[in-house]
């Protein structure tokens, strides 16, 4: 494991470590850090690219599916040249000419319950990225177990959420205190349509979320962040542990 930061990364980084509530130990904490990102598709795509630039010493990257062109139009980590690649194979591609210090793991296939189990005990923090509730649900239960932070993260139509779960802490909510298993069916972009940018806030957000939470730094957990971008309007709800939740209730 990376012990100090040596000239190269001080001044690679020397924007992030200037910010007092990162200095430096919090960009080693981060070089340290290890990032399990599942989905590389519209939030996946700013994910990994800023955790990578910002200096995560390790990223692993899940996804099953193939580069369409129909993609392109918000999952920037991609190109015209890999179309029908694998994404998780087509964004490590990216990222080792963003920033080849990166450590990085390429997982192309849908991982069952124990590689999952398996893959979020190796990571400090997990990324939803996903678009569907069976592996929001799965996260959810796993992250709570391993006692893992969860930044979770969704888009649709004009229409963006975000929140962090955070199960390093006990009082933290979880996703099923928001929504109960079998009372949402999915939402597809392929349905109902995304515009490009949007994705790109809510994935933006979703890597600062995780740099906070690894540095140490207060995250969005208690809350729901909503984003409208048609009327370009943000709010903040409460998002309190529900005592009676079928998963994390007492
Ligand atoms: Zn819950």
């Known amino acids: 494991m990376t012990t100090e930061l040596n000239d190269n990364e001080l001044a690679r980084y020397s924007r992030?470590?200037?910010?007092?509530?990162?200095?430096?130990?919090?960009?080693?904490k981060l070089a340290q850090s290890h990032a399990l990102i599942i989905g590389l598709g519209g939030l996946g795509s700013p994910v990994a690219?800023?955790?990578?630039?910002?200096?995560?010493?390790?990223?692993t990257l899940?996804?099953?599916?193939?580069?369409?062109?129909?993609?392109?139009?918000?999952?920037?980590?991609?190109?015209e040249s890999r179309l029908g690649l694998n994404?998780?194979?087509?964004?490590?591609?990216?990222?080792?000419?963003?920033?080849?210090?990166?450590?990085?793991?390429?997982?192309t296939h849908q991982l069952d319950a124990a590689e999952l189990a398996q893959q979020i005990d190796q990571a400090d923090i997990v990324l939803d990225c996903s678009d569907n509730f069976d592996t929001r649900?799965?996260?959810?239960?796993a992250c709570f177990k391993a006692h893992k932070p969860l930044v979770s993260g969704a888009a649709i139509r004009w229409e963006g959420q975000l929140t962090t779960y955070d199960f390093r802490d006990r009082q933290s909510p979880?996703?099923?205190c928001l929504y109960k298993r079998g009372t949402s069916t999915d939402q597809t972009c392929s349905q109902n349509g995304v515009v490009a940018p949007l994705v790109g806030m809510v994935g933006s957000m979703q890597a600062l979320e995780a740099i906070k939470a690894?540095?140490?730094?207060?995250?969005?957990?208690?809350?729901?962040?909503?984003?409208?971008g048609l009327s370009m309007s943000i709010r903040q709800f409460n998002l309190n542990k529900d005592p009676g939740c079928q998963h994390c209730g007492d």
């Open 214 to 228: 690894l540095v140490g730094l207060p995250t969005l957990m208690g809350k729901l962040m909503l984003i409208d």
């Open 87 to 107: 994404k998780a194979e087509s964004a490590a591609q990216s990222l080792r000419q963003l920033n080849h210090n990166t450590q990085l793991n390429v997982i």
């Open 49 to 59: 690219m800023y955790l990578a630039s910002a200096g995560v010493g390790q990223l």
């Open 16 to 28: 992030q470590i200037l910010l007092p509530e990162i200095d430096y130990s919090g960009q080693l």
């Open 174 to 176: 979880c996703y099923e």
């Open 137 to 141: 649900f799965a996260l959810n239960q």
């Open 62 to 79: 899940v996804d099953f599916d193939e580069v369409d062109e129909s993609n392109l139009q918000r999952q920037v980590i991609h190109t």
